[in-house]
């Protein structure tokens, strides 16, 4: 396997540290090892829209980081992935882009060539590591827990920029939750966004799509909602179920994972003694 940089973002060291927590413990179960870079920042996502230079230079800052370590880039959160991988493309078709970031980019003695390779940590595990070796770390394999998968928006689309899967009908991580035990639903939900992008412009709504999707996955019978991007993760964590919608719990695909790979919970980031189990809905 290659040698990657891990890149964390913004939102999984402050809020989502599970999501850390249980990828270093599944990398480890794996023997995989990673790069940490101290000097890793945001990927540029909150600027994309307001300076145009400010979001590639961001992004490319942390690209060129990896680059003078001889490093790609392992990134966890799709939002990021996407944002890195947009900012790639945008600099390899326009050169003259690319030399106005890079002349940012010299006030630090950096410098992006656009070497270093950008990839999703599914990717990873899917194409690099393999189902076979995957599946020979299964130790403890997830019994009965029926689970509903949430791709997110930022992986799958563009598809023709981000190469994660097939952007109509993906299936890499049903394929890997079927390595740990557990046995994905089949439901359409499943590429409907959380609606955090609507965060602090219309919260009802944001919040309502969130609701929504929770409610169907309950309605369609899912014990857990099946996540991998801290956005989207924090987005259903939020809400409270009532009796009205009862929803269900969201958890991560790595700590799903690093169960059916024997870790204990406290070392994915759940809490002492969590166990996965079906809930009878009929």
Not at 20 to 27: G, N, Q
Not at 125 to 149: F, M, S
Not at 252 to 262: F, R, S, Y
């Amino acid at each position: 396997m290659n040698q990657y940089a891990l890149f964390l973002g913004c939102q999984i060291p402050a809020r989502v540290q599970g999501y850390e927590r249980s990828v270093r413990t599944v990398l480890h179960k794996l023997g995989l090892t990673i790069l940490d870079i101290p000097e890793f920042t945001c990927c540029g996502y909150p600027m994309r829209n307001l300076n145009r230079i400010a979001f590639l230079a961001s992004a490319a800052r942390n690209l060129a980081l990896a680059e003078a370590r001889g490093r790609d880039v392992l990134t966890l959160c799709m939002c990021c992935f996407g944002t890195l991988k947009k900012a790639e493309q945008f600099m390899q078709e326009d050169a003259e882009l690319k030399e106005r970031v890079n002349a940012v980019l010299a006030e630090e003695g950096l410098h992006y060539a656009g070497k270093t390779r950008i990839r999703h940590l599914f990717n990873v595990l899917y194409q690099e590591v393999g189902l076979q070796t995957l599946n020979q770390a299964v130790c403890a394999p997830i019994k009965g827990a029926r689970l509903a998968i949430h791709y997110g928006c930022h992986a799958l689309r563009p598809s023709d920029i981000t190469l994660f899967d097939d952007a109509i009908a993906p299936s890499i991580l049903e394929e890997m939750l079927e390595i740990t035990g557990g046995t994905p639903l089949k439901w359409d939900t499943k590429y409907d966004c959380c609606g955090a992008p609507l965060l602090g412009i219309d919260n009802d709504l944001s919040l309502g799509l969130a609701r929504r999707k929770l409610a169907l996955a309950h309605q369609h019978g899912a014990d857990y909602l099946c996540t991998g991007c801290p956005y989207c993760h924090l987005q259903f964590s939020n809400l409270t179920p009532d009796q009205e919608t009862p929803l269900v719990r969201p958890i991560l695909l790595t700590q799903i994972m690093g169960l059916a790979m024997g870790a204990r919970p406290e070392e994915l980031g759940l809490e002492p003694g969590f166990t996965l189990v079906s809930t009878d809905q009929t």
